[in-house]
Every structure is written in structure tokens, then in C-alpha cells.
């Protein structure tokens, strides 16, 4: 069988060398950019950090024991899937510069176009495109009349200068709360345009000791214990945001409600900083520094609505010029994508983009009705939240290769899920989400376009247990 994957980011990566490891053997991995990385090649703003921490954002058969800090830098995460990917010989089969962008299903196989005319010809298409990829763009009159450089969070250009300058920063995500705890020491004066003030968990970032990695190179299962540790901590977390009013939930609100209270001292920009929300109803976000770097002298959170961005800088509707050099968009990403803008045509002509018209859906995150031998690793409505997307991969990856078994050993040649299955299992995830944490009143990217939170709404003991093995009846197969 011949495979193709779409992406050489953390989960094109896994799909090849996992797919290696089952025997097969017959894989091109295609990648528009020119190197491995995704999300962590496309992001490069100063502060760039995993929250997750680095033993459990880690792939499980790849332990890392020179990790530097417990939650450490882009730059380091991304050497380490480089290493991965140069190790385990994947770089050599990846692509570049090789857009895909039409996928069709006819005779029986995937026939794929790239934007230079190479064609290929697969039987099974597994699609690592990602989440977090393509940039949203803030809808501000007068963004094209700024003077001074203006870029998205994850098109940092590093030829503008910050040292000394006046920079302005759109969002309070988690990208925005990283690049201003690095910078404001740098810059003249930082200005943060908050539309809604966050809940802010504190979190310490200690670094590991000389010692401490030479333990973990020594005993290579202390890694793997940190590892189970973090996990069992993250799942018990990850638990506690899907029942509003568990333990844990009223924990993360306590940590986050003090940590406002003790660590903001002025009352006027505490209440500015105060959500009017739930903690975790918006993905939580995670600093150790948030709160000292926004009181220096030279910060301001400004909460005045944004009327239009002007030549000078940004004029808010109480008619203030706030003047600028620097404009940075952290204005999150279009996260009803996924695979898209890949056109992908399934059985009898069935066009992704229609079947998803209305919002993104699949059976499990996985697979959808229509388009056999296709899967998605980190697609729709998968497990979000605090934990690491790299464990949801590893799972979704084992469960693609148990559909996979199906084609190798003869019993079919075409499988996808059943529109009846996909169905129920939509109708029962959305009737769970409306209760998780995401849904409890607040906007955040966790929405569909209904506002019902676009998550997996379980444990992720139910998710582990799901990805054990297919449940083949819930598929059909040809
Ligand atoms: P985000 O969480 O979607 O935040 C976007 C921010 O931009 C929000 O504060 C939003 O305000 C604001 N915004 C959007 N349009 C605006 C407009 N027209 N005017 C004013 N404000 C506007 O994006 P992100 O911070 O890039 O993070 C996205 C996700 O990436 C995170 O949730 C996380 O999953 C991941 N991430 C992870 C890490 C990590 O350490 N692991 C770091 C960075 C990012 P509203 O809140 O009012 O909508």
C-alpha cells in the first residue's frame, strides 16, 4: 500500500515514522514550507514556550532528557523534532516545497495534484495539517494605512527593531501573554489592546539542573516516570474541565483568583484584568510573569475598544492616538480549517468543502463518511484543553493503523465511517460539550459558529479507551 502524508509538523512526523515501524514502508511525506516543524517553524515571536510541560510535549518513544526547563522554548522544541525527524530518517522522505492542493478519491485511490503539477497516486491519505495554522486576521479599518510594521503573531519579522520602540499588541491569548512578559523590558513603551482580560494561571518555569539531566541520560526510565507522572497530572485536569464544577475546576479558579488579587497591586488595572468569566472557560493561560511584566512602568492595558488603525498608530474609541511603531497581531487562527484549503473530493464526487459547510465534524476526530482511507491526526472536535496534542496524535495514530489493518489484510478496500454512526456520535458529543467548562459563557476559539465548544467533551480515560482498538461495526467497509 502506498500512503501519503500532509504535513511534516509534529504529526506528519510521528505518521512516518509509525508507519515505518508497522512495515510499511511505501510513504511520501508532502510539506509546502522547506523544513519540518510546523506550528513550531511557523511561530518564532520572542517568549515563544509549550505550556505543556517538555517530558509529557515529548513523542512517548522519543524521550528528551536535555530538556532545558520544564516548560521549554520554541526554538529548542523545534530542534528536537528536527532531531526526531533527521534521526528516525524521515527528513529524506519529506517533500518540500511541495503544496498539495487537490486530493480525489476515484478507481478506488487517492490521486493527489500539488500546486507544481507533481501528481501521486495513494491508497490512503493521512492528513497532519494541524489546528493552530492558518492566521486570523483582526477585521480593524485602516491595518493597510499602518506606517510602522505590522505582522500576525506567527509571521514575526524579525528585521523590525523592539529595542526602543512603541509597540502595540492586539489580543491577551496565549501568544500575547508570552511576547509581552519578553519584551517589555526591550521596548519604549508596550500597549496591549484587550478585548477580555484572562484568567492567568500562575506557573512556575524552573530550569533543570546539569545534575538533573544527567540523571535523566542515565536512567532513561526516570524520564519515562516524569512522563506518566505529568500525564496522570494533565489527565486529571484535563477531567476536571470537562465537569464545570469539579475539584479541580474549583482549584485552577482559586489559583487563578489569587493570583490576581495578590499579584496585581494597583485596584484600577486589577479590575481591567479581571474576567468576567470562569477560569478554563477560554483555553487557560499559563504564566509564571504575565502580571509583573504588564505593571512596569512602561506598560498600559488599554481597554477601550480599537475604533480604526491610522498611519500613526491606534486610535480607541474614546478617541486617544495610541502612537506606535510596532503593530502585533496575536490575534489567534482560523481554526475551522483543518485540512482545507486542500480540496479534497471523496467517493462519487463529494466535496469536502460542502460536507463541510456548516462547521468541520468527524467521526472521532478521525474519519469521515464519504471519504474512505482518508484520516485526520488532531482533526475535528478532537481532545483540546491544556494537554499534549502530541499524546492525542499517538493515540488517533495507533487507532488509524488498526482501519489501516482492515485494507492490508484484505477484508476490505475501502473504509470510512458510516453517516448513521458519525451522526449519533456528533449528536452525543455536542449534547456533552454544551456542559464542559468551554461552554459555561464566554468567547473563545473553542466555539463553532453555534457557540457549542468544539472539543472532545469527555475524560481522556473515555479518549484512550476509544483509541484502544477500531469498533469495525461502526464502519463501513467495501
Ligand atoms: P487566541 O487564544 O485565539 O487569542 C486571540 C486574541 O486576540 C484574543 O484575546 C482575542 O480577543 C483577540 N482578538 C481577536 N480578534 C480581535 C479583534 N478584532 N480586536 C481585538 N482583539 C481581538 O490566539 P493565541 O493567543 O494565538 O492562541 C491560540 C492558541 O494557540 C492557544 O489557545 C493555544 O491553544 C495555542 N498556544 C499555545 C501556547 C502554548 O504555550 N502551548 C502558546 C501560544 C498559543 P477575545 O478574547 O475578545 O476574542
Redesign the pocket.
Known sequence: MRFAILGAGMAGILSAIKLRAAGYDDFTVYEKADRVGG?WRE?TYPG?????PSHL?SYAFEPNPDWSHR?SPGPEILAYFQGVADRHGVTPRVRFGAEVVRAEFTDGRWRLATKDGQRDEVDVVIAATG??HHP?L???EGLDRFAGACFH??RWDHSVKLDGARIGI?????????IVSAIVDRVARLSL????A?WIMPQENPAYSDAERAGFRADPDSMRRAYAEIADLFHAFSTGLVDADSPQMQMIETACRANLEQNVRDPVLREKLRPTYRAAC??L??SPNFYDAIQRPNAEVVTE??ERVEPEGVRTRDGRLHALDVLV?????R?DRFVRPIEVVGRDGKRLDDVWSARPSAYLSISIPGFPNFFLLNGPNGP?G?FSLIEVAELQLGYVLGLVEELRSGRCREISPSEETTTRFEAERTEAARHTIWGSG?????LDDRGVPMSWPWTFDRFREEMSAPKLEAFERR
Open positions: 506550528t511561530n515563544l514556550a509549550c505550556d505543556v510535549y516548560f489546528v493552530l486570523k483582526p477585521d480593524i503573531s506567527a492586539v489580543g491577551t491569548g496565549s501568544t500575547a501573554v508570552q489592546f484587550q478585548r477580555t484572562q477560554k483555553r493561560v499559563m475598544g480599537i497581531l496575536a490575534t489567534g487562527f481554526v483540546v491544556n464566554c468567547r473563545s476559539w473553542y
